[in-house]
């Protein structure tokens, strides 16, 4: 059934626009007045499918639509289990879609399902908004016939990794506005106060030597007042190099490498992954996916070029016929106790409560990192921005006692 996307008017005033599926353009005008629209515009929109095939969404609107993907995840749960057929599930889905492209797709995917073709596959089509980790679980839970309890997985899985981006965020979130607004201090005063404030001093000192603070502060201010073009052009430029120099796989592992040696936000980068990839790999185990391809799975949502090459080896080593918690603790990056801890979930026959146990272990100790990493930064970050303040004021004073050590 094709789409249209429409506007119109509402009888008491205002406008509406969004979409709507119909045979035709003329039935969706219909359905249309009947909701007492005035439509002004409708027309047919391209296939969504082959749209979203062809181009992937950005990350910042992939991240805004995570906790939307994951409330729908767990409605949808909840209605198969409660005996409703899929296709009448996706229905009121539809209906209650809080963003319009989220309805677009969901109308696609019930129109595929109406026409045949697995759940899984439908959400197949839109890479951008449902991961190969979804749709692979989606299909395992098709093929075995327990689709609402594995939807019920995926709805908790999303949710707890929201929960742990936020926690992350939150422990870089404050430093980062800290800096910005250093920075940005700083520059209005060097750039915009000091100056009016030397000028004074210059003319009432005249022919005296200004303090070597005092000169550095003058030096700095006339180039930013003159050149200040010259700092964005170099930082721009630089950030285009940086982005350049990532695209070679050789430079961004040894960038990933980097970040996860640095204090502090190396270890909680290091307690993240852990955690990402202990509830991810239990909850592919028990949604029925070989451990082969869970461990691709696992390796494809991971960014961190470093962690990637340590799963991979891991599913190499099994190929080879070694368990999984051997490579884990050659790896360097995976701490001893995990590997430990998965050796005894292999020979338990336990390992998807145990790498669940991990999870719930790492995310306490990353809500800890969390907790320190802002306790530490904070005060480091004032008394650097108390360093550069007070290096102003010093410059200024300094002429200023001079002045009045003269007269």
């Not at 249209?4 to 406008?15: C, D, L, Q």
């Not at 035709?24 to 027309?43: P, S």
């Not at 197949?124 to 908004?129: A, E, K, L, Q, T």
């Not at 451990?291 to 090459?309: M, P, R, S, T």
Request: aromatic share 6%; net charge positive; proline share 4%.
């Amino acid at each position: 059934m094709p789409i249209y996307e429409y506007k119109a008017m509402k009888r008491k005033g205002g406008n509406e626009t969004g979409i709507i599926d119909a045979d035709t353009a003329r039935d969706a005008r219909t359905i249309l007045r009947n909701k007492k629209l005035h439509v002004t515009e409708i027309h047919e929109v391209e296939d969504v499918g082959k749209e979203q095939s062809r181009r992937r969404l950005p990350k910042i609107f992939r991240r805004a639509h995570r906790e939307e993907i994951a409330l729908i995840t767990r409605q949808l749960s909840t209605m198969l289990r409660a005996g409703i057929p899929l296709s009448q599930s996706l229905s009121a889905l539809v209906e209650q879609a809080a963003s319009q492209d989220i309805e677009a797709i969901l109308r696609d995917v019930r129109e595929k399902v109406t026409q045949g073709v697995g759940l899984g596959e439908a959400l197949g089509f839109h890479p951008s908004y449902f991961s190969e980790l979804y749709v692979n679980m989606v299909r395992a839970g098709e093929a075995s016939g327990n689709l609402d309890v594995v939807l019920a997985r995926l709805a908790d899985y999303g949710q707890s990794q929201n929960r742990l981006r936020a926690k992350v965020k939150a422990a870089l979130a404050y430093p980062v506005v800290m800096i910005c607004f250093g920075i940005l201090v700083m520059f209005v005063l060097t750039a915009f106060v000091v100056p009016r404030i030397l000028e004074v001093l210059k003319t009432a000192k005249r022919d005296a030597v200004l303090p070597l603070p005092t000169r550095i502060l003058t030096s700095l201010s006339g180039f930013l007042q003159h050149y200040w073009w010259v700092v964005v052009v170099v930082v721009f430029a630089l950030y285009l190099l940086v982005k350049l120099l990532l695209r070679d796989e050789r430079y961004r592992f040894a960038w990933d490498k980097f970040k996860l040696n640095i204090p502090l936000i190396g270890d909680l980068m290091k307690k993240q992954a852990v955690s990402r990839f202990a509830i991810t790999l239990s909850t592919l185990l028990k949604s029925g996916i070989p451990a082969l391809q869970a461990l691709d799975i696992v390796k494809n949502i991971l960014e961190n070029l470093v962690l990637k090459k340590v799963v991979q080896e891991v599913h190499d080593r099994i190929l080879e016929g070694a368990d999984i918690a051997t490579p884990l603790k050659k790896s360097g990056i995976f701490p001893p106790v995990v590997g430990y801890m998965v050796s005894i979930g292999e020979q338990s026959g336990e390992l998807e409560e145990v790498l669940d146990r991990i999870a719930e272990s790492y995310d306490e100790e990353i809500e800890l990192t969390v907790q320190k990493v802002t306790s530490l930064i904070e005060p480091v970050l004032i008394i650097f921005l108390a360093m550069g303040v007070g290096f102003v004021v010093v410059s200024v004073l300094l002429p200023i006692l001079q002045i009045g050590q003269s007269v």
